[in-house]
């Protein structure tokens, strides 16, 4: 009977522990990622003024006959 509560403890502990640490990845850790989620992907590898100059271009020809 103790080792199952052993058993459930670890698991209770485990178990906070990977949730407190997600928590505290997602408001505490910034990584040179550069977006909110922290994973490091793609994201943070966004060239903002490439994309504005694609949006103008595409405007342009969808706005001249």
Known sequence: M????LIIALLFVAATFYVGRI????????????????CGGACGTLDVDRLQRTIETAAARTAAP
């Open 2 to 5: 103790i080792l199952q509560y």
């Open 23 to 38: 928590f505290w990845r997602a408001f505490f850790v910034k990584t040179a990622g550069g977006c909110a989620k922290g």
